[in-house]
């Protein structure tokens, strides 16, 4: 199991925030979520990861609730480029190996 | 630094023919992971190795295998391929089980007719 629900699709205007939601309410205390996006059936691309706090670079923001049973990944000024899918990931694997769920279909739009 | 290198980029096979797919790393990294994704899903894991000489299964691994024989280049081979393989194949590396990022290749998109 994916262990993660998110939203099918979302739509955003170009140089908006794109604020893509995930919940995850079985995670466990030493889980990380991961966040990675595939663009047109690329290979899929790491985006950030956090545990607890807050996380910020300079792709995107993660926020993680208090009780880490959800996240919010934040694009803060999306772009055409942005166009993608968005996974968000429980890391489940004993071997490191990621589980992907659906993901989010993120199309920005001018 | 090329990263994550698959070959070939696209291929067709008949119904029974055998081929091996080829992925390289040139990051020296420990782990490495073959992905299937069929339309509208997300990427679903096949076999994995945890090191050079090592290989393991993972969740859709019948129909296929692989090898890894040298730790930079892991291979997927199917012996008989069948009209339900057809997919886009996806390598995926990383240093260690806690590494936090995972490099993919840009994918194999294999047809069975």
């Known amino acids: 199991d994916a262990k993660t629900t998110q939203p099918p699709s979302m739509d955003c205007a170009e140089g908006r925030a794109a604020n893509l939601p995930c919940n995850h309410s079985?995670?466990?205390?030493?889980?990380?979520v991961y966040w990675y996006r595939q663009i047109h059936s690329q290979g899929p691309q790491y985006i950030i990861h956090?545990?607890?706090n807050n996380e910020t670079n300079e792709m995107a923001s993660l926020i993680i609730t208090e009780d880490r049973k959800s996240s919010t990944l934040i694009l803060p000024h999306a772009t055409l480029r942005d166009t993608a899918v968005y996974y968000c990931?429980?890391?489940?694997?004993?071997?490191?190996?990621?589980?992907f769920g659906k993901g989010t279909k993120l199309s920005v739009k001018p | 630094n090329a990263g994550v290198t698959q070959t070939p980029k696209f291929r067709v096979l008949k119904t029974g023919q055998s081929m091996t797919l080829l992925c390289a790393q040139d990051?020296?990294?420990?782990?490495m992971y073959w992905y299937r994704q069929d339309p509208g899903m997300g990427l679903r894991l096949i076999h994995y190795?945890?090191?050079?000489?090592?290989?393991a299964k993972g969740e859709v691994p019948d129909g296929y295998n692989v090898s890894r024989l040298k730790k930079q280049n892991f291979l997927l081979g199917l012996e008989s391929a069948a009209p339900s393989q057809t997919s886009v194949y996806f390598c995926?590396?990383?240093?260690?089980?806690?590494?936090?990022?995972?490099?993919f290749g840009q994918g194999t998109r294999l047809t069975v007719v």
């Open positions: 995926a590396s990383k240093g260690q089980v806690s590494s936090t990022e995972a490099f």
């Open positions: 990931i429980v890391r489940g694997g004993s071997q490191g190996n990621l589980i």
């Open positions: 079985t995670i466990s205390g030493n889980e990380y």
């Open positions: 190795s945890v090191g050079e000489g090592t290989t």
């Open positions: 956090g545990l607890k």
């Open positions: 990051m020296n990294h420990e782990y």
